[in-house]
C-alpha cells in the first residue's frame, strides 16, 4: 500500500498558476504510474496527467500545454505544475499510484481558480 499525501491547491486568479504536489510513503521507482486527476462539482472525475515508471508523460487534451506533471525521486514527489489556469480548472485533484495491479489514492487539494 502506498500512502499519498497532496498539497499546494489554492485560490487562484485566471491566468494565474499553481504548483501542486503528490508525496509519496515509499520510493516512486517502485511505482508503475503515477497519475493527477480531478472532480469538479457535480462532474464526474476526470484524468488529468500521468507519469509512468518508464519516465513518460500523458496529458488530458483540456491541460495541455498548460500543465506539466514532473516528479522528484529524492523526495518521492510529484508534481503538478499549473500554468494559465481558467475557471473551468477549479476541482479538487487527486494523486493515485498503481502499483502491481493495487491502486492507491490521496485525500485531495482543492484548487479553485476565480478573479
Known amino acids: 500500500q502506498v500512502q499519498l499525501v497532496e498539497s499546494g491547491g489554492g485560490l487562484v486568479q485566471p491566468g494565474g498558476s499553481l504548483r501542486l504536489s503528490c508525496a509519496a510513503s515509499?520510493?516512486?521507482?517502485?511505482?508503475?504510474?503515477m497519475n493527477w486527476y480531478r472532480q469538479a462539482q457535480g462532474k464526474e472525475c476526470e484524468f488529468v496527467a500521468r507519469?509512468?515508471?518508464?519516465?513518460?508523460?500523458a496529458y488530458a487534451d483540456s491541460v495541455k500545454g498548460r500543465f506539466t506533471i514532473s516528479r522528484d525521486s529524492a523526495k518521492n514527489t510529484v508534481y503538478l505544475q499549473m500554468n494559465s489556469l481558467k475557471p473551468e480548472d477549479t476541482a479538487v485533484y487527486y494523486c493515485?499510484?498503481?502499483?502491481?495491479?493495487?491502486?492507491?489514492w490521496g485525500q485531495g487539494t482543492q484548487v479553485t481558480v476565480s478573479s
Open positions: 493515485n499510484a498503481l502499483t502491481g495491479g493495487r491502486l492507491d
Open positions: 507519469f509512468t515508471g518508464y519516465g513518460t508523460t
Open positions: 515509499r520510493s516512486i521507482f517502485s511505482i508503475n504510474t
